[in-house]
């Protein structure tokens, strides 16, 4: 019997960058298109002024310091032009405690500090996910007379928010904020391209 013949090295490295080149080609055909879904998802539907009951606010977990992140505060920065604007009458902020403070509160005290008065603004403050933010914020949302809101978020996250507030009986459009540049956004579109269809499955709060 023979013995069998060892690999060289030049023979594992090889195969090392064959399966290296496998891995990433099987990554881009899951990731482009979840790329091109969410972009298209998460578009500027209120370009053209479109008007609703209400601006609705996911909130972000804040750590730190008692302010908005610059994620949440591009969210509040991007409602508080739309109120301004006219495009609705009333904010509705919605977060729990995930961080080291109570989310809807930070918004409210940001509005609140950017001249909108507390009776524009409807905070809903025990949310700890996603579909947390579109479940408990639409009873609320519902007691106020409201219809239909323009969501407020980054373009990858928009998509998600809108199929839980639209299953919770609310009507929406789609309004974009100012959200990381490539390649700095990467990690949150993959990571929405995973949360997508756990959201579907009813179990995406837990990978939050």
Request: with cysteine; hydrophobic share 45%.
């Amino acid at each position: 019997m023979y013995d069998r013949p060892m690999n060289s090295p030049k023979t594992n490295r090889r195969r090392r960058k064959c399966l290296a080149a496998l891995l990433l080609a099987l990554a881009l055909l899951w990731f482009a298109p979840s790329v091109i879904a969410l972009n298209l998802l998460g578009s500027d539907e209120a370009s053209e002024g479109a008007r609703a009951d209400c601006i609705f606010v996911p909130g972000m977990a804040v750590y730190g310091e008692r302010k908005p992140g610059l994620g949440l505060q591009a969210r509040l920065e991007r409602a508080l032009e739309l109120w301004r604007d006219k495009r609705a009458p009333l904010i509705v902020v919605s977060g729990g405690d995930k961080g080291d403070f109570n989310e809807s509160e930070v918004m409210v005290e940001w509005l609140r500090e950017h001249g909108v008065p507390g009776e524009a603004i409807v905070a809903e403050s025990r949310s700890h996910s996603t579909r947390e933010n579109a479940t408990l914020s639409a009873p609320l949302m519902k007691a106020q007379g409201i219809r239909s809101a323009l969501i407020v978020s980054q373009w990858f996250h928009l998509p998600r928010v809108g199929i839980a507030l639209r299953d919770a009986g609310i009507e929406t459009v789609n309004v974009p904020c100012q959200g990381p540049p490539w390649p700095a956004a990467l990690p949150h579109v993959a990571r929405e391209s995973l949360l997508m269809p756990l959201h579907a499955a009813g179990i995406d709060r837990w990978f939050e």
